[in-house]
């Protein structure tokens, strides 16, 4: 392989790969070496542009620590997150949809019991919410495992609060017999995605918001049923068409209802205005081996 022009390079970069043992890694690989080098030709960058590239992509990954991961927040505001998402999972209407993961999810959260505050004592309006997992016939699915989280008042999650060391704002639970689950704990608030990196970097340059509208994280995994990773916005949220994540669907928007002191059906549990939140989560069947 000598002498290569550009027009010759690619075949010959897939050449050396012909003894990759991996069908699936030899499909990759093909495919990314033709399209980053279409990509290339395309744009036809300068060399201190593409080394201007190297660089953004290396101060990414410095950027990736334990509790924050500058690649996920990438892929999420290139929309790669959820075109995979859309690729990969296919569900019928009637199934709750997908939503990114987020870089804000933790392996170490507590478990919980039913009905259990998980608001970690933090400052903020008061949220009760109630769910049910069913199946698409509408049968409870009992035992289903329910991860929680999200922000505090000020936009903030557990590892983001000054002086907090323990998990707050998230819970893992598991839904009764009857497929019910609830908990206590504040309303979440908009906040931005962090641009102190090489992410906000590029959404300054494009002009592009940091603002994430409200939500609350859940994810479900139950026995015989696809794993459901989602989201819950308000419905009058003011950030639902410009979420930096592409995260946002109509399905997932909910009435975040609020309630006067002394008014509403949890009226005996608190003495202040709060919001309380129902959702029934409807799980997709795997597939029939």
């Not at 075109?83 to 987020?102: C, F, I, K, M, P």
């Not at 930096?244 to 002191?261: A, H, I, N, W």
């Amino acid at each position: 392989m000598r002498d290569l022009t550009s027009d010759t390079i690619t075949e010959a970069v897939i050449s050396t790969m012909r003894d990759t043992q991996d069908p699936r890694l030899a499909e990759i690989l093909r495919s990314l070496v033709r399209h980053l080098h279409a990509f290339v030709r395309d744009v036809g960058p300068t060399e201190e542009e593409w080394a201007a590239g190297v660089a953004y992509l290396t101060r990414t990954g410095h950027m990736c620590t334990p509790t924050r991961q500058e690649f996920i927040l990438l892929s999420d505001v290139l929309g790669v997150t959820m075109l995979v998402d859309a690729l990969s999972v296919r569900r019928s209407a009637e199934a709750t949809q997908n939503s990114v993961l987020g870089p804000y999810f933790r392996e170490d959260r507590p478990r919980h019991s039913d009905a259990a505050d998980i608001s970690g004592g933090l400052p903020g309006t008061p949220l009760f919410f109630e769910g049910r997992v069913v199946d698409r016939e509408g049968t409870p699915v009992p035992g289903a495992g329910v991860d929680v989280w999200h922000s505090d008042a000020d936009g903030h999650y557990d590892m983001e609060v000054p002086g907090r060391s323990d998990p707050a704002m998230r819970a893992r639970f598991r839904t009764d017999e009857r497929g019910h689950f609830a908990f206590r704990s504040i309303r979440p608030a908009g906040y931005p995605i962090p641009g102190d990196g090489p992410v906000g970097e590029l959404m300054r340059a494009t002009g592009r918001s940091l603002m994430r509208p409200a939500h609350l994280h859940l994810l479900i995994e139950a026995t015989g049923f696809q794993r459901v990773t989602t989201m819950l916005f308000p419905s009058d949220d003011p950030y639902l068409d410009t979420d930096p994540v592409f995260g946002v669907k109509q399905s997932l928007l909910e009435s975040y209802d609020t309630y006067e002191p002394g008014t509403g059906p949890r009226r005996g549990l608190t003495d202040v205005p709060y919001t309380l939140l129902r959702r029934t989560f409807v799980l997709e069947a795997l597939p029939a081996d």
